[in-house]
C-alpha cells in the first residue's frame, strides 16, 4: 500500500503557533470592569474602619451584622466610579467623601434610613454607588475636606 503525506508547505503551516482566542467581550464573568480590582469583607459583631491614604477597588462586596462599616475617603485614591455593594444587620455604614464626588444610593432599607449630607458633585469627578441591603441600619454619607477635624460626637453623622 502506498503512503500518503502532507505537502511540505501544509506541514509548516500546522506547525506555525496560533494566537489565543480573545475574549468576545472586555467585561470578565464577575461583572466588574476590565482590569477593575475587586475586594470583599466580612464582620461580625466587629467593625470595619478604613482612613487615611488607600486606593479602594473599583468594586467592594461586604457584609456587617452587629457592626459598622466606617470609610474616611478623603485621602483614599479613588476610580472614576467605585462600587460598593453592602449586606448590614443591624450595623450602620458611615462614609465621609472629599468634595466633589458623585454619591448614589439603591437598594433595601428594614428600619434604616439613607442620610446623605453636603455632597457637591462635580463634572468628570468620581462616583460611589452604594447599593445596600440591611436591616435595623444606616447609610450616612457626610461632606468634608481633607485634613479638616471630625467631631467626636455621634450626632456629626
Known amino acids: 500500500m ?7 508547505g501544509e506541514v509548516a503551516r ?3 503557533p496560533q494566537p489565543p482566542a480573545q475574549p468576545a467581550s472586555n467585561v470578565p464573568a ?3 470592569s476590565a482590569g477593575g480590582e475587586s475586594s470583599s469583607f ?5 467593625d470595619l474602619k478604613r482612613s487615611g491614604r488607600f486606593r479602594l477597588d473599583d468594586s467592594t462586596t461586604g457584609v456587617a451584622i452587629f457592626g459598622d462599616v466606617f470609610l474616611d475617603l478623603r485621602e483614599a485614591e479613588l476610580p472614576a466610579r467605585v462600587e460598593l455593594t453592602v ?13 466633589g464626588v458623585t454619591v448614589q444610593v439603591s437598594g433595601f432599607a428594614l428600619f434604616g434610613d439613607d442620610k446623605i ?3 457637591s458633585p462635580a463634572p468628570g469627578g468620581p462616583t460611589l454607588a ?3 441591603v440591611g436591616a435595623f441600619g444606616d447609610v450616612k454619607v457626610k461632606t468634608a475636606m481633607p485634613g479638616e477635624e471630625i467631631p ?3 450626632k456629626w453623622f
Open 42 to 46: 466580612v464582620r461580625v459583631f466587629g
Open 117 to 119: 449630607d453636603g455632597t
Open 130 to 132: 452604594i447599593h445596600r
Open 152 to 154: 467626636k460626637r455621634w
Open 30 to 32: 464577575g461583572g466588574a
Open 2 to 8: 502506498p503512503v500518503i503525506t502532507p505537502a511540505v
Open 14 to 16: 500546522r506547525a506555525e
Open 87 to 99: 449586606y448590614t444587620l443591624f450595623g450602620d455604614v458611615k462614609i465621609i467623601v472629599p468634595p
